[in-house]
């Protein structure tokens, strides 16, 4: 029995080596396949604002394409407060698996101008930033009762008044704050900000004639405009929205190359799997072609947009720096 174990040794060890082939490729072939069939469970999409927001409605139109585009459930998981901090935490300690992304919008990266080194994460480093879905551009609208038509007129009534044409925001380091800024320092004109807890009362106080003016995002001033309770001077974007064909950008109506607008996107935490990510960004991009998600983005005031990768990466470092060096120029810090 010895000598015919001894004999048949050498065709023992093809045997084995061939087993081990064998299932190092059947372990590669599962990897692969697990990896192509992602997602294999629900998704959880976690949002820093209230259900019924902006970035709540886009997140939840998004999830919806994404479940029927990857036959997984995309659930969104609210989680607001502290301008949105709460919310990027959670994702930027969650597992890099694709199960846990994070909806944002043009608040994340005004995280490190506000915080200024008090958050456990890093706006850019934390994150691998997937796609855009949406944007909505700024503009500039006035109260009824103020005697000005025309961008021009605005600059020239705040030049003649310093200090005492308002502008209304969100609040103390809101997107309508920093879009307010960066105007007044490009033209050299001082205004009164006013700072309010939301959007609604701003458009209340315009509509009211207690307020002169607000650098708004359009989705929240669109059917004012439309009706006509407030005017729209001009829009921050290169070429006229086709939400407002008649306002002018301000470029056009003698702003310079001022531009802003507020983006929703998608955001995971830092080292996502390449496949995954590319998976992520496709079901993104679709969404934002698709005539459907396109037709709702306007009835809210935005429309589809779709950066995705190192265009997106790109498009987060430059606003963390810019908002990062205007927080700093006005002392500008979250309480």
């Not at 990897?31 to 959880?44: D, I, R």
């Not at 409605?57 to 407060?81: E, M, W, Y």
């Not at 500039?140 to 025309?150: D, E, I, S, Y």
Request: net charge positive; aromatic share 6%; proline share 6%.
């Amino acid at each position: 029995m010895a000598r015919n174990f001894k004999k048949n040794r050498p065709l023992a060890i093809v045997k084995h080596a061939l087993a081990a082939i064998v299932l190092v490729a059947a372990g590669n072939a599962f990897a692969q396949s697990g990896a192509a069939a992602y997602p294999t469970k629900p998704v959880k999409l976690v949002v820093g604002f209230a259900a019924g927001g902006p970035t709540d409605v886009v997140a939840r139109a998004f999830a919806d394409h994404a479940s029927k585009a990857l036959g997984q459930p995309f659930i969104i998981d609210n989680k607001p407060g502290a301008g949105t901090v709460i919310a990027a935490q959670a994702v930027a300690i969650a597992p890099a698996d694709g199960y846990t992304l994070l909806f944002g919008a043009t608040n994340h990266t005004m995280i490190p101008a506000l915080y200024q080194g008090r958050v456990k994460f890093d706006a850019m480093k934390s994150f691998r930033p997937l796609c855009t879905v949406a944007g909505s551009p700024t503009v500039l609208v006035v109260a009824p009762n103020l005697p000005v038509k025309t961008l021009a007129d605005y600059q020239a009534k705040a030049r003649a008044e310093p200090g005492r044409v308002t502008a209304g925001t969100a609040g103390v380091g809101s997107s309508g704050h920093f879009a307010t800024e960066v105007f007044a320092r490009a033209q050299g004109l001082q205004l009164n900000h006013v700072p309010y807890k939301g959007a609604a009362p701003v458009v209340t106080d315009l509509m009211g004639g207690q307020l002169d003016s607000s650098f708004a995002t359009l989705g929240s001033v669109l059917p004012q405009i439309q009706s006509g309770k407030l005017r729209a001077l001009a829009v921050g974007e290169p070429q006229r929205s086709a939400l407002v064909p008649d306002v002018p950008t301000f470029a056009e109506a003698g702003g310079g190359n001022y531009a802003a607008d507020v983006w929703y996107g998608v955001l995971a935490p830092a080292g996502l799997p390449e496949s995954i990510a590319q998976a992520l960004e496709r079901t993104a991009a679709d969404f934002a072609k698709s005539s459907s998600a396109a037709e709702k983005l306007r009835g809210m005031g935005m429309e589809a947009e779709s950066v995705c990768g190192n265009a997106f990466a790109t498009r987060v470092a430059r606003e963390v720096t810019t908002y990062s060096q205007i927080a700093k120029a006005l002392d500008l810090k979250a309480d």
